[in-house]
């Protein structure tokens, strides 16, 4: 007679696996709900309000697609804008360059959004003088 161990742990990996993935649309809706609010707080210079809402989306990224996706690049970019729109210079150098290193290894050194990183950096290192 057979054990019915490995089937319930095959059938318990494929319900997770299908949790998993159900849940995956409804946390990219979270996460792009989430970067546009911050992104419209932000056209409105509401720095403040936008902050804890561009945190929340880069902590939505790592967890939904891993912490070296371009996703997490984007939210971490605009982040590091707010920072440096207040003038917060030291709290946005290391996104910038997290975002920068993530796209160099997931997108490759031609992509667009590895430019519009360096050249956030640029503008911030600019601003510093």
């Known amino acids: 007679m057979h054990s019915p161990r490995p089937l319930l742990g095959s059938l318990l990996a494929l319900v997770l696996a299908l949790a998993l993935a159900l849940s995956l649309p409804a946390q990219q809706q979270r996460w792009e709900a989430l970067i546009t609010r911050a992104a419209e707080l932000n056209r409105q210079e509401k720095y403040?309000?936008?902050?804890?809402?561009?945190?929340?989306?880069?902590?939505?990224?790592?967890?939904?697609?891993?912490?070296n996706h371009p996703n997490v690049a984007i939210s971490l970019n605009n982040l590091a804008e707010l920072y440096r729109e207040q003038g917060m210079y030291a709290e946005a150098e290391p996104l910038y360059l997290?975002?920068?290193?993530?796209?160099?290894?997931?997108?490759?050194?031609?992509?667009?959004?590895?430019?519009?990183?360096?050249?956030?950096?640029?503008?911030?290192y600019d601003a510093q003088g």
């Not at 561009?54 to 902590?59: G, L, N, P, Q």
């Not at 290894?105 to 990183?117: F, Q, R, T, V, Y």
């Open 98 to 124: 997290r975002a920068i290193s993530i796209d160099e290894k997931a997108l490759g050194l031609d992509h667009p959004s590895l430019a519009i990183n360096i050249n956030n950096l640029a503008l911030l």
């Open 48 to 67: 403040t309000e936008a902050i804890p809402i561009a945190e929340a989306a880069v902590r939505v990224a790592e967890t939904t697609f891993g912490s």
